[in-house]
C-alpha cells in the first residue's frame, strides 16, 4: 500500500485533439523518415534483462538464462530534443512550444516550465508486451542524463526520494488508425482499475505525469501480422523510400516489413514544471541536490532495516545482484487489467 500511494499522478491524464497541426506532423515524421535507421526502445537504455525489469514490474529469478534478445520487440525510438535543446532546427516551433507549456503548467497548478526531451516510438504490428511501466523519474542530481532508467525507476518506487522529485508532465501524441494498438494507464495507481484510451488515435494525445504512473502501449495490428523471426535486441527500422515502407534489420538483413498504413507513430514531448520561483531557484542552484553515493546508501539501508540480505555492490549501478535484491524489496505491479494476452 504504501507503494501504491507514491505511484499516482498527481492529476488524471487530460485528453487532447488536434495536438499537431498537419504541417507540425509532416516536419516530425520527415525527420524519422530521413534520418534512421533507428535502434528498439530496450538498445536505449538497457544492458541486462535485469535493468529492463527494474523499470517495470515483476521479478527475474536469479537463474532466468534469458538474454535481451530473447524479450526483444520490434518498437523503436529516436530522439527530437535532449538536454532542454532541440536536435533538429525544423521542428523548433515543435519543441519550444507554448501551447504545451501552458498544458503542463495548467495540469500541475504551476508558475513555471521548461521543455526537457522530445522523442519518438515508432512500430508497426508487433506484440510489445503486456507489462506495464514507468518512464524514467527525475530527481534534482538524479537525472535520465547522468542515470540509468532503472535506478530512477527503482527511487520512485520506494518512496525514499519524493522531496527530491522534480515535478513533470508529458504532452504525448499518437498518429495510428489501425487495429489494436491502445494506450492503457493506471491513474488511481497501480491497485485500481486501470483505464485506457481507445483506436482510431490520430493526432490524439494526452496530458500526463507518466514517470509515477504505470502505463503501457498495448499489442498493435491483427495477431497474425505480429510475428517477426530474427528479430535481436540490436535490430534496427528505417524508411524505404523506392517503396514506400519500412523495413526492421538485424545485422544488415531484412527480417520484416511493414506498409505505410501499418506503422504506429507515438510523439512523446516532456517539460519540467515548478510551482514557484523558490522551486525553479533550487532546481537552478543545485543547492539540494542528490548523488549516486547518498542514493544508494539509502537503498541500502532501507533494504537492510526491512530484513533484506543485500551485499554491498561493487559496481552498484551495473551490479545485476544489486538490481534483483531491489526488484526484490520495492516490487509492486498494477493488480487488475481490461486486455488479455490474447488481445
Not at 8 to 14: F, G, I, T
Not at 90 to 103: G, K, T
Not at 306 to 329: C, K, M, Q, W, Y
Amino acid at each position: 500500500m504504501d507503494l501504491a500511494r507514491v505511484l499516482r499522478p498527481v492529476a488524471p491524464p487530460r485528453l487532447l485533439d488536434g495536438v499537431y497541426t498537419e504541417d507540425q506532423y509532416e516536419r516530425l515524421f520527415g525527420i524519422v523518415k530521413q534520418r534512421g535507421p533507428w535502434p528498439t526502445i530496450t538498445a536505449h537504455h538497457f544492458t541486462s534483462v535485469e535493468e529492463l525489469i527494474a523499470t517495470s514490474s515483476g521479478i527475474v529469478p536469479q537463474d532466468h538464462g534469458l538474454t535481451l534478445d530473447d524479450i526483444a520487440t520490434a518498437h523503436f525510438r529516436g530522439l527530437f530534443a535532449e538536454g532542454m535543446t532541440c536536435l533538429y532546427d525544423e521542428i523548433r516551433d515543435c519543441f519550444y512550444n507554448q501551447a504545451f507549456l501552458d498544458q503542463v503548467k495548467g495540469y500541475w497548478g504551476a508558475a513555471y516550465a521548461r521543455p526537457t526531451m522530445m522523442l519518438f516510438n515508432l512500430c508497426g504490428p508487433h506484440r510489445s508486451g503486456l507489462n506495464p511501466h514507468l518512464d524514467a523519474t527525475t530527481f534534482r542530481g538524479i537525472r535520465y542524463e547522468n542515470s540509468p532508467v532503472w535506478l530512477q525507476n527503482i527511487m520512485a518506487k520506494s518512496g525514499l526520494f519524493t522531496d527530491y522529485l522534480v515535478k513533470m508532465a508529458q504532452v504525448i501524441t499518437w498518429w495510428y488508425r489501425g487495429p489494436r494498438g491502445t494506450f492503457t494507464y493506471w491513474p488511481d495507481g497501480p491497485l485500481e482499475p486501470p483505464a485506457h484510451l481507445d483506436t482510431p488515435l490520430w493526432n490524439r494525445g494526452v496530458v500526463v505525469q507518466n514517470e509515477v504512473m504505470f502505463h503501457r502501449g498495448d499489442p498493435v495490428g491483427d495477431p497474425q501480422d505480429r510475428v517477426i523471426d530474427g528479430l535481436k535486441h540490436r535490430s534496427m527500422i528505417e524508411y524505404r523510400a523506392d517503396g514506400d515502407d519500412w523495413a526492421i534489420t538485424t545485422d544488415g538483413e531484412v527480417v520484416r516489413t511493414y506498409r505505410a498504413e501499418q506503422m504506429r507513430l507515438l510523439v512523446h514531448w516532456s517539460s519540467e514544471v515548478f510551482m514557484d520561483f523558490d522551486e525553479l531557484k533550487k532546481s537552478l542552484d543545485h543547492t539540494d541536490d542528490l548523488t549516486h553515493e547518498r542514493v544508494i546508501g539509502a537503498l541500502l539501508a532501507d533494504m537492510r532495516a526491512r530484513g533484506v540480505a543485500v551485499a554491498e555492490p561493487s559496481d552498484p549501478l551495473h551490479d545485476n545482484d544489486f538490481i534483483r535484491a531491489l526488484l526484490t524489496t520495492y516490487s509492486i505491479r498494477p493488480q487488475t487489467d481490461w486486455l488479455t494476452d490474447a488481445a
